[in-house]
Nanobody, 127 residues
Framework: QVQPMESGGGSVQAGGSLRLSCAASGYVYRSTCWGWFRQAPGKAREGVASTHSQSGNTYYADSVKERFTISQDNAKNTLYLQMNTLTPEDTAMYYC????????????????????WGQGTQVTVSS
């Protein structure tokens, strides 16, 4: 059983930055597909960024390209999301998810059927 746990959310003004972390407990296989997702009130959950632990390939939603960066520390089983130039439209609950082991091809940001999910961390951006 793997349990992701997010941290690093908070309130920030537009144009600011935040760094989210996701520490996973339990056994994480070398091949793992990780993803960051967000859900704003009244909106569907959307994939923000994803990465595969072995290849290091990353994928981003168009809305966050050039602003957000996903990274990982495999030794610590920790995933990160650096968020820059935040806007009020980025306000949402952010979730970390993982599927491990991963043998499903591209670890695409649009994949939502992850096996393990965190509880979420709130990000609020004020104008």
């Amino acid at each position: 059983q793997v349990q992701p746990m997010e941290s690093g959310g908070g309130s920030v003004q537009a144009g600011g930055s935040l760094r989210l972390s996701c520490a996973a407990s339990g056994y994480v296989y070398r091949s793992t597909c990780w993803g960051w997702f967000r859900q704003a009130p009244g909106k569907a959950r959307e994939g923000v960024a994803s990465t595969h632990s072995q290849s290091g390939n990353t994928y981003y939603a168009d809305s966050v390209k050039e602003r957000f960066t996903i990274s990982q520390d495999n030794a610590k089983n920790t995933l990160y999301l650096q968020m820059n130039t935040l806007t009020p439209e980025d306000t949402a609950m952010y979730y970390c998810a993982a599927t491990t082991p991963w043998a499903g091809g591209y670890c695409d940001v649009r994949i939502q059927a992850h096996r393990y999910w965190g509880q979420g961390t709130q990000v609020t951006v004020s104008s």
